[in-house]
Each structure stands twice: as structure tokens, then as C-alpha cells.
């Protein structure tokens, strides 16, 4: 069986695949030329056509049902979708590499209920390449696809210099850029993994236009470069080669992720954003749980918590405490900690005493 030489590879450790070249090309010449034709038959009795159609759903069904038999999550990439595919562990996307489409895309997704992955490798300069990582590392899969190249791309964007193990001047600089950018991304777990257990629970896609939370506001039909990253977050990330882009805000303020700055709603702003910083904006009232980086999660791992609350003398933010590794929590066997901000202080409380504890409160502050 087609499941069978992937369940091997799966017993060996593989913690997921990234299932290229699911969907189809009809391009003409040979080496764009894929899969099957349209004219194909299938035993089902459907046609060639229609299999494209859902083929990449089929894909992704097949090599998630070998994880579900050993109670064990993946996070998958594939290239093509039908309808009801977001209870899947898997995010779409695609060898287009224009990046104001892949902001496009990761607002677009959202109206389906689905997830985007944009990939970085190569790059033109050093603008692009970063402005390319920012938006990997707010994305739902941060995802450097350099399979191809020799060295890390933050060493070298240009493949051929790559391949060749020239470096950039720069390199030891940008390799910190890099570290700290990813570094970022792993603050942000908690507060991503939060944002997807409500993805489960109510259907609210994590990462979705501005539009779906202010429905109302007749400026966001227009937009399509910037995106809400669950309840509190605003990513606006950059694409062209420099480092200030307009961003509009939606009604209340909203805080500078890199430097707390204040704007207010229903304006636009030119803002600065340096390359190893994240275009990142947090509504006022939101309670904002960091992590202290760490280099790999695994089921031992405890979260150390500096939490922000910005605007407000009063917040609270919902966590989930599972195993981070199985389907246990669907039996029950998770815990919901609640973070509470109130008189000056932020609290955690656990509803139930689940059997390891996942986070713990190192600090906070309050940001007016």
C-alpha cells in the first residue's frame, strides 16, 4: 500500500512530509509536465479532472490517518486542497515566490478556513531576504526552505555565491538577525499554540484578514497585506526593498510590538521596521504571554512566562496545558490555564490539576 513506505519512514522518527507536487500542471513542455492526465480513469469512477481536484486532500488524508493510528500530531505542507480540509495538520502552499502574494495568500486561506505557508530561500538583497524571514516567522509554519543550498541563506542569498561557499561581509551580522527573528517566533508559542486550540474549538482561523475582526470598517475591504495573528496580534510585513511601509490601523490603539509606540485607530502610519525586528502590532487590552526561547519543543518543555499587558489595568489570556505531542487533550487530559492581569499584578491559575504542568510566570509588565 502507498501508506505502507511512509509508515516505515514514520517508524524511523519522521515527524512529518511536505507533500510536493499534489496539485497538477498543464503546462505544456515535458519538464513542467505532472501527474496524470485529465482523460485518466479511476476505479472510484471518477476522471482524471476531478482528481486533481482532490488529489492533494487524499494526500494529506492518507499519510495523517498512519499519525492518528499512533496518537501522534504532525504538521504537514501540501500543494493543493479541497473543501473541509481544515481539521487537518497541514498548511497550503505553493512555489510562487512573489512576496506580496504570499501575504495575499496567507489572508486569502483564511476565508476557506485553511493555513498558508510562505517559504523563504533566495534572495535579491538583503532587505528582501529578511522582509522574506519576518513573514515566514508570522506565518502559521515558519518554514526556511533552503533544502538546495549549501550554506544557511542568511549566510548567502545568492544560490550561486552559495553554492560556491562565498559569504556575505555581513554574514556574522545577519546570522544574528536571523537568530534573533527566530528567536522571536519562539516567544510566541504559547500565544500561537492558544490562538490554534481556539482554531479547534470555535473554527476562527489563527491567521486571517483584518476584515474578519472588523467586518464594519469599509478601508479593510481593500487590504490585503496585512493580517491578525489570533485575537491581539497585527502583522503588517514588509515587501519591497525598504524598511518603512504604510500600515493602517483599525478603530482603538494599538502598541509597536518593537518599541511600544502608540498609534490610534482608523489611521494610516509610516513606520520603520528594522530587519531584525518584527512588524508586529498589539491591541490595546490584549495580555500578552512571551517565552523565554528555547531551541526545540518536546513534551518535557515548560514554558517561562514574561507576560505584557498593554493599555489596560485588567486582561486575561487563555492557555492550553496538554502534552503538546498527542490526542490525549480529545479525552480530556489537558488543563486550561488562565492568565489574569488585575490591581497591578498578573496571576496564573490552573482550572484542574492536569499531570504536568506546561508553564510558569517569571515576570510581567505593564506597558500605558
Not at 488529489?55 to 496518537?71: P, Q, T
Not at 556574522?172 to 519562539?186: G, V
Not at 498609534?263 to 521596521?273: C, K, L, P, W
Given at each position: ?105 496567507l489572508c486569502n486561506s483564511a476565508f476557506g478556513g485553511l493555513l498558508w505557508c510562505p ?250
Amino acid at each position: 500500500m502507498f501508506t505502507d513506505y511512509h509508515r516505515t519512514l514514520i517508524e524511523e522518527g519522521i515527524s512529518g512530509f511536505k507533500l510536493d507536487e499534489c496539485d497538477n500542471s498543464n503546462i505544456s513542455f515535458a519538464s513542467a509536465t505532472w501527474c496524470f492526465p485529465d482523460m485518466a480513469q479511476f476505479p472510484s469512477g471518477i476522471d482524471g479532472e476531478k482528481m486533481h481536484q482532490v488529489f492533494g486532500s487524499l494526500y494529506v488524508n492518507a499519510m495523517d490517518s498512519i499519525y492518528r493510528e499512533k496518537n501522534t500530531r504532525t504538521y504537514q505542507d501540501y500543494r493543493s486542497s479541497g473543501m473541509f480540509m481544515s481539521p487537518r495538520n497541514a498548511v497550503l502552499y505553493s512555489d510562487t515566490y512573489d512576496p506580496k502574494e504570499y501575504i495575499q495568500a496567507l489572508c486569502n486561506s483564511a476565508f476557506g478556513g485553511l493555513l498558508w505557508c510562505p517559504e523563504v530561500r533566495e534572495a535579491h538583497s538583503a532587505e528582501d531576504f529578511f522582509h522574506r524571514l519576518q513573514t515566514v516567522i508570522l506565518s502559521p509554519q515558519a518554514m526556511v526552505n533552503a533544502w538546495y543550498l549549501q550554506y544557511a541563506p542568511w549566510l548567502q542569498f545568492d544560490r550561486g555565491k552559495n553554492e560556491r561557499g562565498e559569504f556575505l561581509p555581513e554574514a556574522k551580522r545577519y546570522e544574528e538577525y536571523a537568530r534573533t527573528l527566530i528567536n522571536l517566533r519562539m516567544q510566541l508559542i504559547p500565544y500561537l499554540y492558544s490562538a490554534f486550540y481556539t482554531y479547534y474549538k470555535e473554527g476562527v482561523p489563527p491567521f486571517r484578514p483584518l476584515l474578519m475582526d472588523y467586518p464594519k470598517d469599509e478601508r479593510l475591504r481593500t487590504i490585503s497585506d496585512q493580517y491578525m495573528m489570533g485575537d491581539g496580534l497585527m502583522a503588517a510585513p514588509l515587501y519591497q526593498n525598504k524598511k518603512t511601509r504604510t500600515v493602517y490601523f483599525p478603530e482603538g490603539t494599538w502598541y509597536n510590538f518593537n518599541t511600544n509606540e502608540k498609534y490610534e485607530g482608523n489611521r494610516e502610519y509610516e513606520i520603520t521596521t528594522e530587519l531584525d525586528q518584527l512588524p508586529l502590532y498589539v491591541r490595546q487590552g490584549t495580555l500578552l504571554p512571551l517565552a523565554a526561547p528555547v531551541p526545540y519543543v518536546d513534551a518535557q518543555t515548560v514554558f517561562d512566562l514574561h507576560c505584557k499587558v498593554y493599555g489596560a489595568p485588567s486582561a486575561t489570556f487563555l492557555l492550553l496545558e496538554d502534552d503538546g505531542i498527542s490526542y490525549d487533550f480529545q479525552k480530556g487530559q489537558f488543563n486550561e490555564v488562565t492568565l489574569e492581569a488585575a490591581k497591578g499584578k498578573v496571576k496564573l491559575k490552573r482550572t484542574k490539576e492536569y499531570k504536568q504542568k506546561r508553564y510558569q510566570l517569571t515576570d510581567y509588565e505593564f506597558i500605558n
